[in-house]
Nanobody, 124 residues
Framework: QVQLVESGGGLVQAGGSLRLSCAAS????????MGWFRQAPGEEREFVSA????????YYADSVKGRVTISRDNAKNTVYLQMNSLKPEDTAVYYC?????????????????WGQGTQVTVSS
């Protein structure tokens, strides 16, 4: 079982950057693909990015491609989401999640463990 805690959210002006972190507990963190999702007010939760167990493969939603980088440090049981050139439409609660599947899954139901979320607000 993996427990996840996100941090690093906050208020930033458009064009700014944030780095989100997701700390995981559990001995088998390095076995799991990890993903980031986000949910804006009144919207459904949507996929942002995923990374495979080793960090060698990554996958991004078109809406963030080129602005966001996902990475992981298995020695620290942590996955990161570096977000640059932020836009007001990036405003959302960001969640990290762990999957038991292989590769870089992008569907919400592929993930079995979720963090509580961290708020990102981008002002114009």
């Amino acid at each position: 079982q993996v427990q996840l805690v996100e941090s690093g959210g906050g208020l930033v002006q458009a064009g700014g950057s944030l780095r989100l972190s997701c700390a995981a507990s559990g001995r088998t963190f390095s076995s799991y693909p990890m993903g980031w999702f986000r949910q804006a007010p009144g919207e459904e939760r949507e996929f942002v990015s995923a990374i495979n167990w080793s960090g060698g493969r990554t996958y991004y939603a078109d809406s963030v491609k080129g602005r966001v980088t996902i990475s992981r440090d298995n020695a620290k049981n942590t996955v990161y989401l570096q977000m640059n050139s932020l836009k007001p439409e990036d405003t959302a609660v960001y969640y990290c999640a762990a999957s038991r599947l292989l590769g870089t899954p992008s569907r919400e139901y592929d993930y079995t463990n979720w963090g509580q979320g961290t708020q990102v607000t981008v002002s114009s």
